[in-house]
């Protein structure tokens, strides 16, 4: 007998009580005033519709549904659509809602209306007077748009009656995707919240088998389904439908079979098809697409070939249009689909469109397709829909499924132009790569090049760097082939930065520029001076970005020169962004922080929005390399909510990651880590921010102290800064070997020496900076008091030069290092009070916790023990709080050392520490006595620290007096 309807779905809900009263609670919130954002995530069959379906039926409120659908993202404001219509057909009051959120799916005018119309929708949205629940489904197939106005509404619904209860799949929250940023920005603001489904243990899937059949079933079959299940709960349900036995079964074959049972249940084993004797019986199939398979050859003929051309139109389909694409009489449409529904194969929404009951069961049958069938069922689906006015992405998609590229191709092209200007940067992307695929090959050479030239804008819209340095990389071959030496030259820019995000070394991007210049030479014009322009300010931020300022300006300069010259703001704008690091760097603060707010003020006035991005990004990312941090704070928060609102995002990505860094540096390190490693995980193709994520995250470890994951992050950073040759790529990694080396008791001289030669060569100071005290801590280390008097005078001449105003602290921290380990307290005193003050000022906790440390080592020298307790217990606190435990750890050994100190006498050095002093006696420096003890420079360095506190002394022949005098 076929499978009873209404046999296998289950009629309870199993397993998500916890998960129905939170969200029951927010709905009573959001009827008192108080709603939000409410996410339900979890792989696909785990049963979120089913949980949303519980939420809105007993919420108590009225209820809007709108869902996305596979191929929606190519749609900007697909979902608006749908809950514009849900929103008018409730209406009054709600159906106001409607107007504004249909005008931002299908309103033209650029970027910047169409951000006012998504602000405009969203604030109708959180403007609600009257409670409402919005039930969105499979978030995951929504475009940008959509999801767009939902999280600008979330800020604010928590101050109105009206929550939103959206579901998406967690596996598919791919890197680069835009819901996982989506997602990431809403739960990181706190402006939403999310409740996981777990896939059900054997015990509920045990409740759910019962609840479906009504009977207790024995062990063995549940534990078959289970197992085969995984405990999701549509394969529960579809793998217990495709079960049940056939009442046909002749009775040789029952025979037959139920000796085998009896056998392998003598045996002590569960029978291969999962069957039980005793139990409820079940043959279950092998995986979902064989269950539904098996239910859908139980379907007449008529129901089979409606559900295989639905399946060929998509998740969600409309009435007329499969009866269009069947051909079939309407009322034997309507018998199918009836027949579909009792089946639980489709269920109706509230218009005139159907849904398959979930994607899986429609992906099994159109998987099931036959592929000449298939390309017949969307050719009939392309020429239905564009008759009945259709939109051009889902036609274009039809049109190439059915292998009709030409067609494909117009389609395409056109629905990629209207995203584009409407500013949907993803679905334009995704429709120009569509045109790309079917473009016909006689297509002349110009329409290929513009092609492709507006796929790379697109591209490098949505932070797709390498596809946007492919696809530049052929557009401007092209445009070289056609003689079109002009618009090839004004492309090259792009391509550059493209590259250089990728890695490409210096000399290869400046030596393509100049070619550009030199091809454009003898061009006159508007144009060809504008492409001038434009490679002048790139060749100037080539050479910025490795900090050879004087060759950065000095392009800079003439570009300048030649952009006003012409007139063209937006180039002038962009290379003063580019001289702004310039002046920073060269130590010229005023005048660069002055001309960094000109030109964020004008090219925002003015609508430039990829030129202020730009600019906020440059000065802001300056600011936190050069321990600017107050400045850093404001010039990234800004930033980044600008570049997220006119969606610059390869901008706002690297502006993340560089705050991550400034929320490293400044001790922050609880959201320093989630967001350096959100940013590795999610911009790994970029890498410029895979290098920058690295760094942090490896300083991170060493500040754990977990070397194996320091260097972990360290090395790659380092073979990877190393192939791109900028000082600002290597030597802050390079400063992270040198302090992991300095931490576990291994020689640190060679890596500061390697990160001072990176610097020297292109007059660097900023970079140098954090290895001054380093260097010297690595020289003292090997009692090379020589070797580290000249690496501080090496290093603060470079640092004088510049005299950036962050850099200072620096100078006087290694100098007050010096003289502690010469025994001249006072003067330590005084160089590691200044630097200290300095280092808290500026909110610089690496180094200023250390300061601290190092002045309290100043005080127990100098016999002020009270001092010497409150600096070394404030240090503790303040690496406690960071989670810095390698500073808690020497905080404590430090004042575990001033609690134990007593007189000087025979007794008062430890064994160890007396052979040490007997050598120091001899003359023997840290080195010769670490080789003579088979112990590291670093460890004598300590214990030599050790004796001098102990015997109250400040220089090592004080040692030497108290050996003799204790050996006489």
């Not at 005290?773 to 000249?790: F, M, N």
Request: aromatic share 4%.
């Amino acid at each position: 007998m076929r499978t009873r309807p209404e046999a296998h779905l289950c009629p309870v809900l199993i397993g998500r009580d916890d998960l129905l009263a939170h969200a029951l609670r927010r709905t009573e919130d959001a009827a008192n005033g108080s709603g939000g954002v409410l996410l339900l995530a979890g792989e696909a069959g785990i049963g979120k519709t089913r949980l949303l379906s519980e939420i809105v039926g007993r919420a108590g409120l009225p209820v809007v549904h709108a869902a996305a659908f596979p191929r929606d993202a190519e749609v900007a404001g697909g979902l608006l659509l749908g809950l514009a219509s849900e929103l008018a057909r409730l209406g009054e009051p709600t159906a106001v809602l409607a107007g504004p959120l249909r005008e931002v799916a299908v309103g033209e005018g650029g970027d910047r209306q169409r951000r006012l119309l998504v602000r405009e929708a969203a604030d109708a949205l959180a403007a609600a007077k009257d409670p409402l629940v919005v039930a969105l489904e499979d978030l995951h197939w929504a475009d940008e748009m959509s999801l767009d106005v939902v999280e600008r509404a979330a800020r604010r619904l928590r101050s109105a009656p009206v929550l939103v209860v959206a579901s998406y799949r967690s596996d598919e929250l791919y890197p680069r995707s835009v819901l996982r940023a989506w997602r990431t920005r809403l739960l990181a603001q706190r402006s939403g919240e999310e409740l996981r489904l777990r896939r059900l243990d054997r015990a509920s899937t045990a409740a759910m088998v019962t609840a479906i059949t009504g009977t207790v079933s024995a062990d063995a079959p549940v534990g078959a389904l289970f197992d085969r299940s995984d405990g999701i709960p549509l394969h529960v349900e579809e793998l217990l439908a495709a079960s049940e036995t056939p009442t046909s079964e002749t009775r040789a074959t029952a025979e037959s079979r139920a000796t085998a049972e009896s056998r392998a249940t003598a045996d002590g084993r569960a029978p291969a098809d999962g069957r039980a004797s005793g139990g409820r019986r079940f043959a279950v199939p092998d995986t979902l697409a064989d269950a539904v398979l098996s239910r859908a050859r139980e379907l007449t003929p008529p129901a089979r070939a409606l559900a295989d051309a639905a399946a060929a139109i998509g998740h969600s389909f409309d009435v007329d249009l499969l009866t269009a694409v069947t051909g079939t009489p309407p009322d034997e449409v309507d018998t199918a689909l009836q027949e579909l529904h009792d089946r639980f194969f489709v269920t109706p929404r509230s218009d005139t469109t159907y849904d398959f009951r979930h994607a899986l069961i429609r992906d099994a049958l159109y998987t099931d397709l036959p592929p000449h069938q298939r390309r017949r069922l969307h050719a009939r689906v392309a020429d239905a829909a564009r008759a009945a006015g259709f939109g051009d992405a889902f036609v274009s998609d039809q049109c190439e499924r059915a292998h009709q590229p030409s067609r494909a191709y117009e389609h395409a092209l056109r629905a990629a132009r209207h995203a584009t200007a409407i500013s949907a940067h993803t679905e334009a992307a995704a429709l120009y790569r569509r045109a790309q695929r079917t473009m016909p090959s006689d297509t002349p050479g110009r329409d290929r090049a513009g092609l492709l030239t507006a796929l790379s804008i697109e591209l490098v819209s949505v932070d797709d760097v390498p596809g946007a340095e492919a696809t530049l990389t052929e557009a401007h071959a092209l445009l070289l082939e056609l003689g079109e030496t002009v618009a090839a030259a004004a492309l090259s820019p792009s391509l550059v930065t493209a590259r250089h995000r990728l890695g490409a070394a210096l000399e290869p991007r400046a030596a393509l520029l100049r070619a550009e210049l030199d091809r454009i030479a003898d061009h006159p014009g508007r144009p060809a001076d504008e492409a001038r322009a434009r490679v002048l300010t790139s060749l100037s931020a080539v050479y910025m970005f490795d900090r050879r300022l004087d060759e950065s300006l000095a392009y800079g300069s003439e570009a300048r020169t030649l952009a006003i010259a012409v007139g063209d703001d937006r180039s002038r704008w962009c290379v003063d962004a580019t001289i702004v690091p310039v002046l920073l760097f060269a130590g010229r603060m005023d005048e660069g922080w002055r001309l960094a707010d000109a030109t964020i003020a004008e090219s925002i006035a003015a609508g430039a929005e990829p030129e202020a991005s730009r600019a906020y990004q440059m000065v802001g990312s300056s600011a936190a390399v050069l321990v600017e941090y107050d400045a850093a704070t404001r010039y990234l928060d800004d930033g980044i909510a600008y570049a997220d609102r006119t969606e610059q995002f390869g901008d706002r990505n690297y502006m993340l990651s560089m705050r991550a860094r400034v929320q490293w540096a400044t001790g922050d390190w609880a959201r320093a880590r989630p967001n350096a490693e959100q940013a590795l995980a999610d911009f790994t193709d970029t890498i410029l921010n895979r290098i920058l994520a690295q760094q942090i995250l490896g300083f991170l470890a060493i500040g754990r102290g977990d070397w194996t994951g320091a260097a972990a992050y360290l090395v790659p950073a380092h073979t990877l800064g190393a192939e791109l040759r900028e000082v600002q790529r290597l030597s802050p990694t390079l400063w992270g070997l040198a302090e992991l080396a300095l931490r576990t008791g291994k020689p640190a001289v060679d890596r500061c020496e390697e990160g001072y030669r990176a610097s020297a060569e292109v007059g660097d100071a900023a970079y140098l900076a954090p290895f001054v005290v380093t260097g010297t801590r690595a020289y003292l280390g090997e009692d090379d008091v020589t070797g580290a008097r000249s690496w501080l005078d090496r290093c603060g001449a470079l640092l004088q030069k510049r005299d950036i105003p962050g850099t200072r602290p620096a100078l006087d921290h290694a100098l007050g290092l010096l003289h502690l380990h010469e025994g001249q307290t006072g003067k330590a005193r005084d160089a590691l009070d200044r630097a200290s003050a300095e280092w808290d000022r500026r909110r610089q906790f690496w180094e200023g916790t250390q300061a601290l440390l190092d002045r309290a080592r100043c005080a127990h020298r100098s016999r002020r023990p009270a001092d010497a307790a409150a600096l070394a217990s404030e240090a503790r606190g303040r690496a406690l709080a960071a989670g810095a435990s390698v500073l808690v750890s020497a905080a404590d050994d430090l004042l575990t050392e001033m609690r134990a100190r007593t007189g000087p006498g025979p007794g008062a050095l430890t064994p160890r520490e007396a052979e040490v002093a007997r050598h120091v006696a001899a003359g023997a420096t840290n080195r010769e006595i670490a080789g003579a003890l088979a112990i590291s420079p670093k460890t004598v360095a300590a214990h030599v620290e050790h004796i001098l506190a102990k015997l109250q002394a400040n220089r090592r022949t004080q040692i030497a007096s108290w050996v003799r005098s204790h050996t006489e």
